[in-house]
């Protein structure tokens, strides 16, 4: 009975104090089929982290389809909501093929247009919101174009850390994957609170090792334009970041070790 005893305590300690392993999980996951006709972005005025550029709706719904960001064009023939009208838009394309975050404007040569999309962490899937989310060589950026509008602007991917954007130095111009975003790029700082414009020659990138993800993105810009209909769009965006476990482990061998003090000051009591 004794020995019985101690190999249940010592199987029961062996668990509590087994690690816990963080998991992979898809946070981001914007592709399918959201609208039933072309819906204009609901908000476009510069940046903003408050408000979303879309939101669900009664016209537009689906997963993670609320998302922030802002934009802006300089020196073109139109902005992104005075191109006349097409078949293209600024906002919500619906395709046959799956629908597809547009920005739509006439170039011009020397006008300048960028753009930014992110999501941000209280809108991540799969129970993540409340979480600590990182990256590890598992977690992974995914981007590609619409089928029936395979254009994609050259495109860095964004990630926001404790209260901090970042953008890449890696630049996409198709669809494209990351892979590892703390080993496989270089990162640089990113303030499109103060001017959406990203410079590059300007800007001074180093490795990161990300620990407490707040959103995740990408944005474009299109800095050598001509007379041409520009439509870069994104049909699938997807990222799958890494979970840092609660330590709840730790809990469970404080009491484990409780109950086992416990039992032998209960034993000390009975034997005098």
């Not at 209280?122 to 060589?137: H, I, M, P, R």
């Not at 080993?183 to 001074?204: E, H, K, M, V």
């Not at 009491?255 to 209960?266: K, M």
Request: aromatic share 14%.
């Amino acid at each position: 009975m004794h020995i019985a005893r101690i190999s249940y305590l010592c199987l029961l300690f062996g668990l509590s104090v087994a690690p816990v392993r963080g998991s992979g999980v898809t946070v981001v996951n914007w592709g399918g089929n959201y609208v039933g006709s072309n819906q204009t972005f609901t908000n476009l005025s510069g940046f903003s982290e408050t408000t979303p550029v879309m939101s669900i709706g009664a016209s537009y719904s689906g997963t993670s389809a609320t998302f922030y960001g802002g934009g802006r064009t300089q020196g073109t023939n139109s902005g992104f909501f005075d191109a006349p009208g097409t078949t293209f838009v600024s906002g919500i394309w619906n395709s046959s093929s799956g629908d597809a975050i547009m920005f739509h404007w006439l170039g011009k040569p020397g006008g300048t247009a960028q753009g930014v999309i992110f999501w941000k962490k209280e809108d991540f899937l799969n129970g993540s919101s409340d979480k600590t989310v990182t990256f590890n060589s598992t977690s992974q950026f995914t981007l590609a174009p619409s089928s029936q509008a395979s254009y994609v602007s050259p495109t860095r991917w964004l990630v926001e850390d404790s209260g901090n954007f970042y953008l890449s130095q890696t630049v996409v111009s198709a669809s494209a994957t990351l892979l590892d975003p703390n080993a496989s790029t270089l990162w640089a700082s990113y303030t499109p609170q103060t001017d959406i414009r990203f410079n590059s020659a300007t800007a001074n990138f180093t490795a990161r090792s990300f620990s407490n993800v707040q959103a995740v993105g990408y944005y474009f810009f299109e800095e050598n334009q001509g007379n041409a209909e520009y439509v870069p769009n994104v049909a699938n965006f997807s990222v799958t970041a890494f979970i840092v476990p609660e330590p709840s482990s730790f809990l469970l061998l404080g009491v484990t070790g409780a109950a086992l003090l416990s039992q032998r000051r209960l034993r000390g009591k009975v034997a005098t």
